[in-house]
């Protein structure tokens, strides 16, 4: 969120119905959800993923 108009900021993209921060906080829960509630998992997961 941001209130400075000369620096506007996307917090969501609606594509056909399918919200993309909703998609992703699915497969963010998925990702901790599968390991046992270890966040841990995620943010390496996030890494790996921002490396390539």
Partial sequence: YTKNP??????DLIIEGLSLA???K???ASV???NNGDVT???LTLKEFAAK
């Fill in 6 to 11: 000369d620096k506007p900021l996307i917090r």
């Fill in 22 to 24: 909703r998609t992703q």
């Fill in 41 to 43: 998992k995620l943010f």
């Fill in 32 to 34: 901790i959800e599968t």
């Fill in 26 to 28: 699915e497969e963010f």
